[in-house]
T-cell receptor, first 113, second 119 residues
Framework: QKEVEQNSGPLSVPEGAIASLNCTYS??????FFWYRQYSGKSPELIMF????GDKEDGRFTAQLNKASQYVSLLIRDSQPSDSATYLC?????????????FGQGTTLQVKP | GAGVSQSPRYKVAKRGQDVALRCDPI?????LFWYQQALGQGPEFLTY????????KSGLPSDRFFAERPEGSVSTLKIQRTQQEDSAVYLC?????????????????FGPGTRLLVL
């Protein structure tokens, strides 16, 4: 079992719909959670981070964290074709002398006009 | 520049050749990370520096991989005797590394990556 799991997709949604991206993690010691967006051939770009249980909203994006279920999700409202990319979930465990991120394999999102 | 920069952007190497990949972090960032990203996969951690100290090298896949950051700024990832399985994108990331912030909360900013192809 991988430490961070994501459905590779592709997830296809029509323009204007809500896209729901999911991620599960295995280490209960995970403390912080990040969503990165990666366009093809480009480097990861941070969208949101979340540390506490519950929802965190930023514009069209909402991150949801449930530590009891070891589950984190990203909702994208009013999806646009420009949102088409791979979304990477990453977790950071509280460990001395490291701040390394553990990434999932990413979910490819396709927003169709 | 304002962001993390990496060079070269593309590198083609013959199997057995040594390569050196350079990373210039964001100015003032204490923490520096190297990741390897294979096609269709998420980045995988290689190594971590805090200033010039290499505090975590648990992700380096073999002793052919070596990283340094001698003055606490620019970092070089060196791969000796490259193999075809080393073909990947090598990403560098930096974070502030402020003593006021817990390391696990810090945002890492990624450079554009070096795409390495070993023939």
């Amino acid at each position: 079992q991988k430490e961070v799991e994501q459905n590779s997709g592709p997830l296809s949604v029509p323009e204007g719909a809500i896209a729901s991206l999911n991620c599960t993690y295995s280490d209960r010691g995970s403390q912080s959670f990040f969503w990165y967006r990666q366009y093809s051939g480009k480097s990861p770009e941070l969208i949101m981070f979340i540390y506490s249980n519950g929802d965190k909203e930023d514009g069209r994006f909402t991150a949801q964290l449930n530590k009891a279920s070891q589950y984190v999700s990203l909702l994208i409202r009013d999806s646009q074709p420009s949102d088409s990319a791979t979304y990477l979930c990453a977790v950071n465990r509280l460990r001395r002398n490291t701040g390394k991120l553990i990434f999932g394999q990413g979910t490819t999102l396709q927003v169709k006009p | 520049g304002a962001g993390v920069s990496q060079s070269p952007r593309y590198k083609v190497a013959k199997r057995g050749q040594d390569v050196a990949l350079r990373c210039d972090p964001i100015s003032g960032h204490v923490s520096l990370f190297w990741y390897q990203q294979a096609l269709g996969q998420g980045p995988e951690f290689l190594t971590y520096f805090q200033n010039e100290a290499q505090l975590d090298k648990s992700g380096l896949p073999s002793d052919r991989f070596f990283a340094e950051r001698p003055e606490g700024s620019v970092s070089t990832l060196k791969i000796q005797r490259t193999q075809q399985e080393d073909s990947a994108v090598y990403l560098c990331a930096s974070s502030l590394g402020s003593r006021l912030a817990q390391s696990h909360q810090e945002t890492q900013y990624f450079g554009p990556g070096t795409r390495l192809l070993v023939l």
